[in-house]
């Protein structure tokens, strides 16, 4: 009896091998079928690659004006920068004066950051001023400009900072690209607070 609940039992083993076997052979064959039909031909990818550069031709317009501006924002920072820190650097030592020059002679334009000895002129940029911070040469397409003294530019493209942080010249520095977009740099002769719209 023991022997016969063995062979039962194996019987019905073998049984759900079977078919364990015939639903993996349906399942290879299901397989077989679904790689056949998968995958790409050459004109679904082509349709693809047409309309990518269908999109990226309609985006690159757009995208030249957005890297001048990101430019704009960039070189105008760099300036402000360049006056906070000489402000910063005139604030930590009362005998020194510390001012920016902005070169609008030079292609590209170019700013600098130098000490105001007394062996030169004094508030002026001269060849025997230390240069304290190197220069920063704006990128291309940006121009700095300078109004004139009467509508709020610095005297001689340069500000100076005090001791005490005051400028002895304040006014605006104006920074524009090729599409005509601008981005002021104001210092406050009073303060020397350097603010940028």
């Known amino acids: 009896?023991?022997?016969?609940?063995?062979?039962i039992r194996?019987?019905?083993i073998r049984q759900s091998a079977q078919r364990v076997g015939m639903y993996c052979l349906e399942g290879r064959r299901a397989m077989s079928r679904l790689k056949s039909n998968s995958g790409i031909t050459i004109i679904e990818l082509m349709?693809?690659?047409?309309?990518?550069?269908?999109?990226?031709?309609?985006a690159?317009?757009?995208?030249?004006?957005?890297?001048?501006?990101?430019?704009?924002?960039t070189a105008a920072n760099a300036?402000?920068?360049?006056?906070?820190?000489?402000?910063?650097?005139?604030?930590?030592?009362?005998?020194?004066h510390v001012g920016v020059c902005i070169d609008t002679r030079t292609n590209p334009n170019r700013s600098f950051v130098f000490f105001d000895v007394a062996t030169g002129?004094?508030?002026?940029?001269?060849?025997?001023?230390?240069?304290?911070?190197g220069e920063y040469r704006v990128p291309k397409?940006?121009?700095?400009?300078?109004?004139?003294?009467?509508?709020?530019?610095?005297?001689?493209?340069?500000?100076?900072?005090?001791?005490?942080?005051?400028?002895?010249?304040g006014g605006t520095v104006i920074l524009k690209n090729r599409f005509g977009r601008i981005r002021t740099i104001s210092v406050l002769a009073s303060t020397g607070r350097v603010k940028m719209f």
Request: aromatic share 6%.
């Open 60 to 73: 690159v317009p757009n995208l030249v004006p957005m890297v001048d501006m990101i430019k704009l924002r």
């Open 79 to 96: 300036v402000k920068r360049q006056m906070i820190i000489a402000r910063t650097r005139a604030l930590s030592d009362p005998n020194v």
């Open 1 to 7: 009896m023991v022997l016969n609940r063995s062979l």
């Open 10 to 12: 194996f019987g019905a």
């Open 141 to 169: 397409n940006i121009w700095d400009s300078i109004p004139s003294v009467a509508n709020g530019g610095i005297t001689d493209s340069v500000v100076v900072f005090r001791g005490d942080g005051s400028a002895k010249n």
């Open 121 to 133: 002129t004094a508030y002026h940029c001269d060849a025997a001023d230390p240069v304290y911070m």
């Open 47 to 58: 349709m693809v690659i047409i309309i990518l550069g269908f999109l990226a031709a309609l």
